[in-house]
């Protein structure tokens, strides 16, 4: 991974575009970061340039112009090029959801009481709230489920923090 100090407005901007250009057929137009990140589109077109001389942003020109992520991007975000990744069930009020989910890390899984979830998603996070009940999974490698309660939301790095009430993963025979 490729460390890069980034401001935390310049992650926002950088992760908005990230996600938007998931769902995008094309560039990502600079009002549409600016809407999802609440600033004006000067301030957002400042920042793009100074993420392109970063080498984490390129610029397209023209009518159907816009920005699009380099792959130097996804790796200061700590995240996986849309092409390398797997998506994974995750319901969420009563909804399943076709999500991406970058990794899940788990805190205190030996204090059953204080065990929490991260899980980095690679869209938007603005659709959930603190308290809302989740599961996700299975993950595509070892099955694992793991449900909760969103206990914070970091919208900066897409990140929904779960107080753990239940982990389930298949139990193989030993061979």
Do not use: W
């Not at 970061?33 to 392109?52: F, K, P, Y």
């Not at 996986?80 to 995750?90: G, Q």
């Not at 939301?153 to 239940?166: E, F, G, K, M, Y």
Request: glycine fraction near 8%; charge should be negative; hydrophobic fraction near 35%.
């Amino acid at each position: 991974m490729v460390q890069i100090d980034l401001t935390s407005s310049q992650e926002q901007t950088l992760t908005a575009l990230v996600n938007r250009h998931r769902t995008a057929e094309g560039p990502v137009k600079g009002q549409t970061v600016a809407d999802e990140v609440d600033r004006s589109l000067g301030t957002v077109q400042n920042q793009m340039q100074s993420l392109a001389q970063l080498g984490l942003v390129d610029s397209v020109s023209g009518p159907e112009g816009g920005y699009v992520p380099t792959e130097l991007a996804y790796d200061a975000l700590g995240r996986e090029p849309l092409e390398e990744t797997e998506s994974m069930r995750m319901a969420h009020e009563y909804e399943r959801l076709d999500v991406t989910v970058d990794r899940i890390s788990l805190r205190g899984v030996h204090h059953p009481e204080q065990c929490r979830a991260q899980v980095h998603l690679q869209q938007s996070v603005g659709e959930f709230d603190v308290g809302q009940a989740v599961a996700v999974g299975p993950t595509p490698q070892h099955g694992l489920v793991v449900a909760g309660e969103i206990a914070a939301i970091d919208d900066t790095s897409n990140t929904l923090i779960l107080d753990v009430a239940q982990m389930e993963a298949p139990v193989e025979a030993p061979e």
